[in-house]
Each structure stands twice: as C-alpha cells, then as structure tokens.
C-alpha cells in the first residue's frame, strides 16, 4: 500500500513498525462548539484511511484525544481559551460545555458511520503525563520560562519545521503568516508548554498546580502526551487537517522527538480542506454548517458522507447544496438498486461468476494512497455489469466495510415530510395567498433544493420526495 507522507512529500510503500498491529493517532476535536462540517470532513478522511487499512488485511489501534483545555482561539498562543470562550456564550462551566459537545461530536461520529477511535482521551485526564514530558525538556534543556509561561526553546532543535519543510530562517524573516511576534518568546515560532495563571490567563478557570506553579498546559504538549500513552512511540500513522501542519504538528514533533530523543510517528498524513460556495468557511461568513443544517434541509447524514467519497483527501472539495443534492440523488439511486438485487437474488448463484476482477481493483484503488474516489467507481461498474444479483450484492457488501454507506441494510427512502419542509410549504400558501409571488419562488426554490418536489393543487401546496 501506498502512502502519501507529508513529512517526505512523497508517496511512500506502508511499512507498519509491528506487522501484526498498525498504530495510528488521529487529533481530536476542542469540544467548545459543535463541530462543522470542515471539522467532519477531516474525521471522515481518518476514517477511511482506518477502514482501508482494515479492508488491506491489517490490525490498526486508533487512538484519538480530546481537547478540553489549552486550544487558544490562535493556534499559536494568541487569545482567549476557546473553553473558556464556550463557557461565557453559554453561561456554563467549560467542563460542562466540554463533556456536552464530546458527546455530541460522538452523535455525529455514529451517524456519518465514523468508526470510534479504540482508545479516547481527555487532556484533562492526562496533566500529569503532560507535565512529565514539560519537566524532562526541562532537564534536557529545551526550555525557558518568565513570570507568564513556560516555552519550548525552537532553536535548540535544528530540524525544527521539518514536518512544513518551512526552515528557521524563513520563519525568523515572517514568511510564514501564521507565526505572531511575541515579544516574551526567544524566536517567533517558539511556543508555549505551560501557562501560569497570572496576567491575561489570571481567570483562567481550568487550573492545575505543577512543579513550577498554578496553570494549565499549552495545546500541543496533550497530543505529545496522549499519543505515546495510548499507542507508544514511535507509532505509524498521525493524521490531521493540512492546517495543523505548520503549527499543531510540527510542535508535537518537536516536544516528542527532544524529550525521547527518537521520531513520533513515521507517516504524517493531512487531509485538504472543505470550503463552501469555493470560499472559506466559517462563523463571521455565516456559513460554518453542522451536521444539524444538513439533517434540518431534509438530507440524510450519510448523503454528505457520500458527497465526500467523491473527492481524494489530499484535494479541496467544494460544498454546495445542489452537490448535496446530486449526493442525494445518488445515494438514493445505489439503495434502490441494492433493494431491487435483494429481491431477484438467488443465494449460490454467485460461484459462476469471476469477482476477482473486481476485489482486485477496488484493492488497488484503497492501496494507491487511500483512493475512495476510484474504489466508489468500482461500485458502479458492478451495478452495470452482467454479474448476478448474489455477487453484486456480495461485492457491494464486502466494499461498504470501507465505504459505511449503510449498503446492506437500504433504508426505504424517506417518504414523510421534515417538519422545517413542511413550515416552508405553509409559508409558501400564505406568500400565493397575498400574490407575493417573488417570495413564494423563493420557497418553492429552498424547498426542492432539500430535493421535494413542489406540486400546486387546489388545496395548496404538495410537498413529494423526489
Ligand atoms: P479542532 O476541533 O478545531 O481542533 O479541529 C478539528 C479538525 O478539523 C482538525 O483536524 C482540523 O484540521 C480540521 N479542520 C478545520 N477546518 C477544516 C475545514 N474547513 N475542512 C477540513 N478540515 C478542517
Ligand atoms: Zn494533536
């Protein structure tokens, strides 16, 4: 199998360090908010590179955290906790906003069939492992402190960076935007492994006391921590969006490989980014979607599972509602044909037919860096092909253990109407009803594009599942 490695920027041959067990880190979500769908996107792509590894014949662990402390509202070190951020929005305690939205990024895992990680945790949980690691930098001489924080000392690492393949010097000059001059650090893109609860972070209301005072950790050290407890070090696989490159990762590194002296992982693997309408997403655009919007326009969770299987992790994908709509259309169509195999097909008819062909493409495809797009493609090769429905159906069975499209159990398509559909529907009868008919396009345009179809009749509008 090959796989595309960030750290050499090539594609690598899969070499697991334990053959019979691959180690594989996903970082997990800041559970201040719930997550979007940008944030889904990435743990979807994890998922994959899971089940594919899977479906190639390996064991994997997956370990995953969750940040419940340290993010800052920067990557870097700049701002505002985002706990404590969800905490004032919501008037709660961070640990409250903390364990609601675990649980509801949980929710989400199961219906977008996100298999959940073998070992999940806390950084909470884990301040002591943290501190340990701080305090061995500390004696190895990798960092410096003042009266606010303590900080990881880049310059004492060579190949700092390597992981962006951005150098020192490019750094020092401002190349990288990303890095914030802060006059307390030695070098830009220093940053921090433990915050006092002094200054800025005085109300900091996560706290814990350390051999060098009250605080809490910075972001990164958890990752470094939870990482090696939960599957060792050095593990195989970490993954992550492309933005955790620069900054997240290449600190983990640093923190991991200074305090024992050998690499984290072997192959770093970042998934590209939604956008939507081909821009950025987020809160101040008004477009930062959930997994709620989706599901409250009448869409089924797995119809954006689908319209993320058309597009190779390591490229941008673009989310409009009319792709959601073709993803609908589509899904829609691949479960009407699996309903129809599941009624003409004959068990042991299957043995006739030559599969092969077919296991070995869609093998191929998994193996060439984890291609959904082209395995998807095998999918519809057999539903047009001359096989049985017995071998169809096996085939189509024996690939959804990567694909989780729910492919041996269709749903019958949803016939009743969402009650938000149906809203739309009653105010579109009163716009007809004032001839504001401007308005009642409007409706009838934001009632198909959640894929109903819209029907006059005497008694007003008809709402039917297309
Ligand atoms: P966070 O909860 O902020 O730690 O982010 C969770 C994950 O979502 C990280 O792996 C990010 O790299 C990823 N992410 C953030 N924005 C996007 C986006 N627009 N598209 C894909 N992944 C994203
Ligand atoms: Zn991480």
Request: charged share 30%; aromatic share 10%.
């Amino acid at each position: 199998m090959k796989l595309y490695n960030t750290l050499s920027r090539k594609l690598e041959e899969f070499t697991p360090i334990d053959p019979n067990e691959v180690r594989m880190y996903t970082c997990g979500p800041t559970v201040y908010d719930f997550a979007h769908i940008g944030n889904l996107r990435t743990y979807i792509f994890e998922d994959l590179v899971r089940r594919s590894l899977t479906y190639l014949g390996y064991t994997v662990k997956h370990g995953m955290n969750i940040t419940d402390v340290g993010h800052l509202v920067g990557d870097g070190d700049e701002g505002e906790d985002k706990m404590d951020k969800g905490a004032k929005r919501e008037g709660k305690h961070p640990l409250e906003i903390a364990r609601m939205y675990e649980e509801q990024f949980f929710k989400d895992e199961a219906a977008l069939n996100i298999l959940h990680a073998h070992e999940v945790r806390r950084a909470t949980d884990t301040i002591a492992e943290q501190i340990e690691i701080i305090k061995l930098l500390e004696a190895k001489g990798f960092t410096y402190s003042d009266e606010f924080a303590i900080y990881f000392d880049t310059s004492k690492l060579p190949d700092y960076g390597k992981l962006s393949g951005q150098n020192l010097e490019d750094k020092k000059t401002g190349a990288r935007e990303e890095v914030v001059v802060d006059i307390l650090k030695r070098n830009p893109q220093d940053f921090v492994l433990w915050f006092f609860t002094r200054g800025k972070y005085e109300h900091h209301i996560l706290r814990w006391p350390s051999p060098w005072g009250e605080g809490f950790p910075g972001w990164h050290i958890e990752c470094s921590a939870i990482s090696r407890t939960l599957l060792g070090q050095p593990f195989d696989i970490h993954c992550g969006g492309v933005d955790h490159i620069g900054t997240h990762h290449s600190n983990e590194i640093a923190q991991s490989e200074a305090a024992f002296g050998g690499p984290l992982a072997n192959y770093w693997m970042h998934g590209e980014f939604l956008l939507i309408n081909a821009g950025r997403m987020g809160k101040s655009e008004g477009n930062a979607y959930i997994l709620k919007t989706i599901i409250d326009r009448g869409y089924r969770p797995l119809d954006y599972r689908y319209l993320l299987l058309q597009g190779h992790y390591r490229s941008q994908v673009n989310f409009t509602w009319e792709a959601m709509d073709a993803s609908h259309t589509a899904l829609t169509r691949l479960y009407n044909a699996v309903l129809e195999l599941q009624k003409t097909a004959k068990p042991d008819t299957d043995s006739v037919d030559n599969v092969e062909e077919y296991h070995e493409k869609f093998r191929a495809a998994l193996s060439d860096d984890v291609n959904i797009p082209k395995a998807l493609a095998v999918v519809w090769e057999i539903l047009g092909s001359k096989l049985s429905a017995q071998s169809k159906l096996n085939l189509l069975s024996n690939f959804d253990s990567v694909l989780g499209l729910d492919l041996e159990h269709p749903p019958i398509v949803e016939t009743t109407i969402p009650e938000e559909i149906k809203k739309l529907a009653h105010e579109r009868d009163e716009a007809r009803a004032h001839k504001d008919f401007a308005k009642s396009d409007e409706l009838r345009a934001r009632i198909e594009s959640a894929g109903f179809e819209v029907l006059d009749s005497k008694s007003g509008t008809v709402i039917k599942t297309r």
